[in-house]
């Protein structure tokens, strides 16, 4: 990955705070016991997800932001 195409730590919070993490919990590996059920369901469905549907995603969260 480029290193323009990077999200910024702001970019990360978003992301964090529209799944319901916390910047810890993001990234943490293999240490899911701090999430809760549905956390853990977003995260397997987000890993199952090709790059362009995971953008799709990023995308419509990013609308639901106010």
């Known amino acids: 990955m480029a290193q323009g195409n990077l999200p910024s730590l ?12 916390t910047l810890l919990q993001f990234f943490q590996e293999g240490n899911s016991e701090n999430l809760t059920e549905e956390q853990k369901e977003v995260l397997k469905i987000w890993n199952d997800l090709s790059t362009n549907e995971q953008e799709t995603v990023m995308s419509m969260l990013r609308g639901l932001q106010k």
């Open 10 to 21: 702001i970019t990360l919070e978003k992301i964090c705070t529209a799944l319901g993490v």
